[in-house]
């Protein structure tokens, strides 16, 4: 389906702006068509037949024309201009909707400066089309017709022959669409990848100078400026052939009706009034092919750019709810996986047959080489993805039967770096539950042993962040991170080495806050730290995606397998090449 379609379909809610539009578009065209007929009865009845009492009802003719052509444009322009706004806050919003219903592979397989850019700039360039584009092509085509139509019925010879070149314009115009469309697409994309380039560089300003890495980083976003550049020059070469080609036509049509007007006239076939009045069509007509010829081409690069939205439109969430989803009660947190296997799309046997039984209030320690696939695991329980064989139940209900945000909203997730918006403390803790009182996200700071550092703070809980909260540290965004969960209070928590990324002071108070947040609900724990993992109630040790080893430290510890040895290795303190490989992946 073309670009101009589905831009025209979405349009149908604005149809009677639009139509009211049109009228406008119509009088002001008649009323700029009437001029020159105007121009001829001067000439012919007022001057040359001294007709003169027809003098000023002429020029009052004339100024009519003249107003009722800026009203109607002035209203035209301002119901356009509005429908257009209109479309674009409609086609963000939708878009961004349709983003957020996705998928994490989404994500994963994407790159989130091409998805800004197609959100904001081939948004915008769409926007373009509507506002102007619409009303321009329209306008211009319908007085191009008009203009062409009244040239013929003037005189059918010299009309003709004053419109064949307008032909010869369009073919070229098709024959332009056709090479230029690719490379406007091209173009585009290349932009997105600019918009990403920069975007990684910036998020990862920090490693770039830790490493001085700055003239690395340089040249590779000068590559990418570069290659957009260059496109951008083959689309600026094929249009500045284009367009002086359609002047060059304009012209000879102007030749054309010059030299066959004069012929005529001198011929006596028709009055000169008839040629002046065709003069002034001329413009009318050549006035117009030349604007569409620029709409073309604006057209053909908002294609490109609705192209890359209604891409993102069209693609189907991998993940969503089922037609009869229902909203997961209240639950206790009782957690089965039964046979359970995983892969992403690029990676097999990530998870392989995994049959697990976790009573509710449970804690579980989830241990094992990097790599092995305990993250995976975790993020299957929020059905971020889902198992390809198999299936994981909540309190007996399959998460495929319930609804994602009912699902999600009984689960609470600490990781090992935790995202902060860039707003107060305050809103962040509040994240967790929007509808909290200050007072409840006080309190859930309390227990999770944040107040007393956020009260320190200049503005306490109206402090700002700072993007990704790097005005906190890491210790500072871990404990807001517990205040949320807090907040939210969710029967099962997923805990994926949340004091990693800590230093050993402020790990014994997040993991004081931890131990307070687990208390009475089921828990899933990823730690290399295996003084977190003895204390877990069931122990599950994994590795290439099977359970190897499963039960209680002391069990594990007596079987004298995996666990046993890397819990070995950790107490006795001597960090070896294998202790490293078992644990240290995160
Ligand atoms: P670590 O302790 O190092 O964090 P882990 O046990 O948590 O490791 P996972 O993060 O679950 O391991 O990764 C399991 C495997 O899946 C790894 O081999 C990893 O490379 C791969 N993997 C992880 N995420 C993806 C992804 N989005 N797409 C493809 N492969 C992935």
């Known amino acids: 389906m073309s670009v101009l379609y589905r831009v025209l379909k979405l349009l149908r809610p604005y149809r009677l702006s639009l139509m009211v539009g049109l009228l406008c578009l119509l009088l002001s065209t008649g009323a700029m068509l009437l001029q020159p007929v105007f121009w001829q009865k001067m000439v012919d009845q007022v001057l040359d037949k001294k007709q003169t009492d027809l003098f000023w009802p002429l020029i009052l003719a004339m100024l009519g024309c003249g107003v009722l052509n800026a009203f109607c444009g002035g209203l035209r322009s301002w119901l356009l201009e509005r429908t257009g706004q209109k479309f674009v806050l409609e086609l963000r919003r939708s878009l961004y909707a349709h983003l957020q219903s996705q998928s994490l592979s989404f994500f994963h397989d994407r790159r989130t400066g091409d998805l800004i850019s197609r959100v904001i700039g081939d948004i915008d360039t769409l926007q373009e089309v509507v506002i102007n584009g619409i009303d321009g092509f329209l306008s211009n085509i319908l007085s191009m017709i008009g203009v062409a139509v009244v040239l013929v019925l003037y005189n059918w010879k010299l009309g003709l ?261 860039n707003d107060s403390i305050l809103e962040n803790i509040r994240f967790g539950r929007p509808s909290a009182t200050r007072e409840e996200a006080e309190r859930a700071a309390r227990d999770a042993n944040a107040h007393e550092f956020i009260e320190k703070l200049p503005k306490g809980y109206d402090t700002m962040v700072g993007e990704r909260g790097v005005k906190l540290s890491g210790g500072q965004r871990q404990r807001i991170a517990i205040a949320r969960a807090f907040l939210a209070n969710p029967a099962i928590l997923l805990l994926d080495e949340a004091t990693s990324a800590v230093e050993p002071e402020s790990e ?64 006795e303190g001597a960090p070896s090449a294998a202790q490293l490989a078992a644990g240290g992946g995160k």
């Open 161 to 421: 022959a004053t419109v064949a070149p307008v032909f010869v314009t369009f073919t070229l115009m098709y024959r332009y669409n056709k090479k230029v469309k690719p490379v406007y697409r091209a173009a585009r994309d290349k932009l997105g990848d600019v918009s990403s380039k920069l975007q990684e560089n910036l998020t990862g300003v920090q490693s770039v100078k830790a490493f001085a890495r700055e003239e690395q980083a340089a040249s590779k976003f000068e590559e990418t400026i570069r290659a957009f550049f260059m496109q951008n020059l083959l689309g600026i070469s094929l249009r500045t052939k284009f367009m002086p080609a359609v002047q060059f036509i304009s012209h000879v049509g102007s030749f054309i009706s010059i030299g066959y007007g004069a012929y005529l006239v001198m011929n006596k076939e028709v009055s000169v009034g008839v040629l002046v009045a065709c003069r002034g069509y001329w413009w009318q007509l050549y006035g117009p092919v030349y604007s569409i010829a620029g709409i073309n081409d604006m057209l053909q690069r908002a294609s490109a750019a609705g192209g890359r939205v209604f891409d993102l439109l069209d693609t189907k969430p991998e993940l969503s709810d089922a037609p009869n989803a229902i909203e997961l009660p209240k639950v206790k947190g009782e957690v089965v996986f039964h046979h359970v296997s995983f892969n992403y799309a690029s990676r097999n046997g990530i998870v392989k047959d995994l049959s697990l039984r976790v009573p509710a209030g449970t804690r579980v320690g989830l241990a094992g080489p990097s790599g092995a696939g305990k993250s995976t695991l975790l993020n299957l329980i929020p059905r971020f993805y889902d198992p390809q064989s198999g299936s994981i139940s909540i309190d007996g209900h399959d998460l495929k039967s319930v609804t994602q945000s009912s699902l999600r909203r009984q689960i609470g997730m600490v990781l090992q770096e935790s995202f902060l918006f």
């Open 508 to 571: 014994a108070i997040i993991q004081q806050a931890l131990d307070r947040l687990m208390s009475g609900r089921t828990t899933f724990v990823i730690s290399h730290r295996l003084s977190i993992i003895r204390a877990c109630d069931l122990i599950v040790i994994l590795e290439n995606g099977v359970r190897i080893e499963q039960g209680s430290h002391q069990e594990l510890l007596d079987g004298n397998g995996l666990y046993a040895q890397m819990y070995r290795m950790q107490m």
